[in-house]
């Protein structure tokens, strides 16, 4: 999940189309869902943009209502 402020609108519009490139699936605004590790691409796509202090990773053990996600992702 990110909150980059509005005057890093670019890096925001850029952390979206990479996120959903890299297989991530949008949840809520600027909040997206994988079950696969992906630390080391968030990390990059921050860096290239200098907003990765914006930019947080939440490890969580299940979602309520997943069965959409699971089906999305063949699990």
Do not use: W
Not at 3 to 20: C, T, Y
């Amino acid at each position: 999940m990110f909150d980059v402020p509005e005057e890093k609108k670019r890096a925001r519009q850029a952390i979206n189309f990479a996120l959903k490139k890299i297989g991530c699936l949008h949840y809520q605004k600027s909040v997206f869902v994988t079950p696969f590790p992906c630390k080391r691409e968030v990390d990059f796509v921050g860096e290239c943009f200098e907003v990765r202090n914006y930019m947080r990773i939440v490890v969580a053990e299940s979602i309520e209502g997943s069965a959409v996600f699971e089906k999305k992702f063949d699990l």
